[in-house]
């Protein structure tokens, strides 16, 4: 094991994960899920986050991320519960509104409830009667809702409930919710804004170049917080929040790495042609991994990568390792974790919150 | 009234279709509550999962938590499928409900995700009642509808939830989820459907309401029944009877689930289980002057309970009112017991659903469920 840095840490720990399991039962892949998060929580992970999405078979099985965390909140004391992210525009603001309150309520405050707007689930908003190219509209006036609601502003203005004086408010009452969200973009106008609203951003689309997309996201997120900051806005003095997602897959070597990813990449890259991404069909192997930022070999090897990674370190406030593919066994992910919090984070100056105090 | 429901209240007054044998008989017992307290959010939602956890151990075969929402004191759950989620964790066996989801402020295919999800996670321990809400306009307005229109949002998105539970493709003109033309198409050009699939979720739904078109509707759509609301010899009897009588014209293979939602309150005699009770079922006099329930805003706090279904006093009195309730005795193959009282501590509901399994259901023909036991549909 590593040893242990010390000083302030450079990030919190996260996983995330897309709840993958073809041919599997759904109940089997959640009680997986459920597991690996008591198993993170025990390696010292300050977080885990799960992807919502929509009317999948065997990849991306679970679109109720909220209530699979509810069951994970009587699992676990300490370890955050995130969403990264809930697909806003096909969500009723004011019901996930309450959704999220009563999980925050159930696990004492440990919500972070990451935003997109569905970019990677447009085939399923017709069937919730939506326009998935009106996802950014729906998504803007679901975040000013949920928001308001969150922070305890009055929901009917002027109504009031059954005859009594008090305003309709959201219930149970928990506005530090507001202080927890994160949003995905992919545009720069929108990461500034973020910003300035003093949201965190996520960032580690696995498409997404980190030096010539994410870092640029990260920098008008950044220049965005620090104007709400200098404008006695925001957060002054806190570090603009962001999230990075990074696939991380250590292993003896190189080799045995790339060949456990092996199957799972050649599902992964159907998916991105099906979606128009043709141009990533023909790259090698090396070179394809390489561009969907996949972190892989020795756990030396990664932490050499990870270093190197151009909008990771100094930027991310939380960085999050995927450590699950599409055909990977809930051993080999829980062994992957292991690696990450005793090998992997120490050696990029992260350690458990519970070492902190022991200095 | 329609002539429809004319011809239903009419062979409602005919002898019951499929007559229960007479209590003692073996029933499924239930608790539910409202999620009452003022304490903090996290204290009382724990608090809840306690009461699933020590029904467990009594050998309740189900509870239910009803949705309410914006309410600070007196039902304080608005999302009843989360808080289930972590009820499941701290138990093995007994079966989890809701009575009920208000169905008009959810989207339907978004809650049959949330239902397939936790049926899923909790290995098909899930009932779901489902109901149009409390008429109250400001609830409505929050979500932007119009409280008039509540029964017309609960028939069209019970038909979406009911297809999407049952596998149908998603996106069909019957569902309202085409747009331009296009419905929903996966890998491949296959329809979408909902995933995760469900396992039985379909035949484990119940509704709740006062009127006999709608319950004659759930009965058609196998829905269980669950009768709390409205004087029981006038109000429910009569729906108990629409719904045994639809349902054996639908499904005669096989009973209809009704349920007799009763307060249950044991305690040393009924003059002081009354008097504790009388404010919290003060709060509802309004709502029952308004229904045409109670004659006027002066009656007796015991004639409230009665109106109100209120099972109360020493435990062989809570028999013998039981034992003659005008639905659970004819009619009911359920009893699930609210066992919190606006006013309740936790301790008192525990107390309630203790009292309810070791002295008063055993008597009535219920026998407790072990760890062993399988889980039955409805």
Do not use: F, I, K
């Given at each position: 094991m590593t040893q242990l840095p010390t000083g302030p840490r450079p990030f919190k720990l996260g996983f995330l994960t897309h709840v993958h399991g073809p041919g599997r039962s759904a109940g089997d892949v959640y009680r997986d899920l459920v597991e690996t998060f008591v198993v993170a929580e025990e390696l010292g992970f300050d977080g885990g986050w799960v992807a919502q999405h929509h009317l999948r078979a065997d990849y991306g099985r679970l679109p109720s991320p909220l209530v699979l965390l509810g069951a994970v909140a009587m699992r676990t004391t300490r370890i955050e519960l995130g969403t990264a992210v809930t697909v806003l525009p096909l969500e009723g603001p004011l019901r996930l509104a309450e959704d999220v309150a009563v999980l925050d309520a159930l696990s004492n405050g440990r919500v972070q409830l990451g935003l997109g707007s569905g970019g990677a689930n447009t085939e399923a908003f017709s069937a919730f009667g939506h326009h998935a190219d009106q996802r950014h509209a729906r998504f803007d006036t679901s975040l000013d809702r949920l928001r308001s609601a969150l922070r305890g502003d009055p929901l009917v203005p002027g109504a009031t409930l059954q005859g009594n004086r008090a305003p309709t408010l959201l219930?149970?009452?928990?506005?530090g919710l507001a202080q927890r969200l994160w949003q995905a973009t992919s545009d720069v106008g929108r990461a500034r804004t973020v910003g300035t609203t003093g949201d965190g951003l996520l960032l580690g689309t696995a498409v997404h170049d980190p030096r010539t997309v994410q870092r640029p996201l990260a920098e008008a997120h950044r220049a965005g917080w620090e104007e709400a900051a200098a404008n006695g806005n925001g957060h002054p003095g806190e570090r603009p929040r962001a999230g990075v997602i990074r696939a991380v897959f250590p292993a003896a070597d190189r080799r045995r790495a790339r060949d456990d990813l092996a199957p799972a990449l050649e599902i992964h890259r159907r998916a991105f042609v099906r979606h128009g991404?043709?141009?990533?069909?023909?790259?090698s192997g090396e070179d394809y991994l390489a561009r969907i930022n996949v972190h892989y070999g020795h756990p030396d090897e990664v932490v050499e990568g990870l270093r190197a990674d151009p909008a990771l370190l100094g930027l991310a406030t939380y960085f999050v390792p995927v450590v699950q593919h599409e055909v990977s066994s809930l051993d080999d992910d829980l062994r992957r974790l292991e690696t990450v919090a005793t090998e992997i984070a120490p050696a990029l100056g992260w350690r458990p919150q519970s070492l902190v105090g022991a200095e | 009234m329609s002539a429809h429901t004319q011809a239903l209240q009419a062979s409602a007054?005919?002898?019951?279709a499929q007559p229960l044998p007479p209590l003692p008989r073996p029933f499924h017992l239930g608790f539910f509550t409202?999620?009452?307290?003022?304490?903090?959010a996290t204290a009382l939602y724990r608090g809840v999962v306690e009461l699933f956890v020590a029904a467990e151990e009594l050998g309740y075969d189900s509870g239910w938590v009803a949705q309410h929402h914006f309410h600070t004191e007196h039902g304080r759950l608005p999302s009843p499928l989360v808080l289930l989620a972590a009820a499941a964790e701290r138990t093995r066996r007994i079966e989890l409900g809701t009575a009920i989801v208000t169905l008009p402020f959810e989207d339907p295919l978004r809650l049959a995700e949330d239902v397939a999800v936790l049926d899923a996670l909790i290995g098909g321990r899930l009932q779901l009642g489902l109901g149009s809400g409390a008429p109250i306009a400001a609830e409505f307005a929050a979500f932007g509808q119009d409280v008039a229109q509540r029964r017309v949002l609960f028939d069209e998105k019970v038909r979406v939830l009911e297809d999407a539970l049952a596998g149908e493709p998603l996106g069909g003109p019957a569902n309202g989820g085409t747009v331009d033309g296009r419905t929903g198409q996966g890998d491949g050009g296959l329809p979408l459907v909902l995933q995760p699939v469900t396992d039985g979720l379909s035949g484990r739904l119940w509704s709740s309401s006062t009127r006999p078109d709608e319950v004659g509707r759930a009965a058609r759509a196998g829905h269980g029944l669950l009768l709390g609301v409205g004087p029981a010899g006038t109000v429910q009897q009569q729906l108990a009877a629409v719904h045994r009588q639809v349902w054996a014209e639908h499904w005669p293979r096989r009973p209809g689930p009704i349920a007799a939602v009763r307060g249950v309150f044991p305690g040393p005699d009924r003059d002081r289980v009354a008097a504790q009770l009388a404010a919290d079922v003060a709060l509802y006099l309004p709502h029952h002057v308004a229904a045409g329930w109670a004659p006027h805003a002066n009656i007796s706090t015991e004639e409230l309970l009665g109106l109100m279904n209120v099972q109360y006093g020493r435990p062989d009195q809570i028999v013998a009112s039981l034992s003659a309730d005008p639905v659970f005795a004819?009619?009911?193959?359920h009893l699930i017991a609210a066992i919190q009282a606006e006013s309740s501590s936790l301790d008192q509901a525990l107390y309630h659903l203790e009292v309810l399994a070791r002295d008063i259901a055993p008597a009535l023909g219920w026998q407790p469920r072990t760890d062993g036991d399988q889980n039955a549909s409805h």
């Open positions: 219930q149970p009452a928990r506005p991404l043709t141009e990533l069909s023909s790259l | 007054n005919l002898s019951p409202h999620v009452h307290g003022g304490q903090d004819p009619y009911g193959t």
